[in-house]
T-cell receptor
Framework: SAVISQKPSRDICQRGTSLTIQCQVD?????MFWYRQQPGQSLTLIAT?????????ESGFVIDKFPISRPNLTFSTLTVSNMSPEDSSIYLC????????????FGSGTRLTVV | RKEVEQDPGPFNVPEGATVAFNCTYS??????FFWYRQDCRKEPKLLMS???SGNEDGRFTAQLNRASQYISLLIRDSKLSDSATYLC????????????FGAGTRLFVKA
């Protein structure tokens, strides 16, 4: 199965600033997914990052707030822009495990605290 | 009603106990089912897929009941290391794919 390297693992940021999270996969994948997990909650899909096209955002998430890059089949970034304390959360990238019928694997997550 | 519902727990059980979690889903278009395990401050990791015929992996048994739209996870002979949050995951096949995570069931296994 794919191995994902995600960084940073954690950060504490001032409100109004932006943070870019990176995910590197050790194999080529068609789609990469970005999730948010707020304290005590389950995972919520932010967007699907497709190589060579715009990311597809879920309801409640917009490109201006969460711009995504997907320059090639092994790498993606998610930026959390103009942060507020409500953005404090764990952000996770994910890829399919050789087909959706096999589930997903996740990066180790980025624990973001906005002060 | 949530699309995927789990008892949040926590379940507090002694070592060696058998514990079962259920997860219900509301959309009959649901086609793929999984149990994930998430340790504190870690990412979710795939525990096992769930099939209609049921599947077993060591002390873990997963079952799917399509008629009643629920899946279950049974853990036998609980170990301290089983303490974690168990997430139910459902993938809907509706033209495209939509993945829905349950909120998780917290398990504490005590010595």
């Amino acid at each position: 199965s794919a191995v994902i390297s995600q960084k940073p693992s954690r950060d504490i940021c001032q409100r109004g600033t932006s943070l870019t999270i990176q995910c590197q996969v050790d194999s080529q994948v068609t789609m990469m997914f970005w999730y948010r997990q707020q304290p005590g909650q389950s995972l919520t899909l932010i967007a699907t990052a497709n190589q060579g096209s715009e990311a597809t955002y879920e309801s409640g998430f917009v490109i201006d707030k969460f711009p995504i890059s997907r320059p090639n089949l092994t790498f993606s970034t998610l930026t959390v822009s103009n942060m507020s304390p409500e953005d404090s959360s764990i952000y996770l990238c994910s890829v399919e495990l050789r087909g959706l019928s096999r589930g997903y694997t996740f990066g180790s997550g980025t624990r973001l605290t906005v002060v | 009603r949530k699309e995927v519902e789990q008892d949040p727990g926590p379940f507090n059980v002694p070592e060696g106990a058998t514990v079962a979690f259920n997860c219900t889903y509301s959309n009959s278009a649901s086609q793929s089912f999984f149990w994930y395990r998430q340790d504190c401050r870690k990412e979710p990791k795939l525990l096992m897929s769930v099939y209609s015929s049921g599947n077993e992996d060591g002390r873990f048994t997963a079952q799917l009941n399509r008629a009643s739209q629920y899946i279950s996870l049974l853990i036998r002979d609980s170990k301290l290391s089983d303490s974690a949050t168990y997430l139910c995951v459902v993938i809907l096949h509706t033209g495209g794919f939509k993945t829905i995570f349950g909120a998780g069931t917290r398990l504490f296994v005590k010595a």
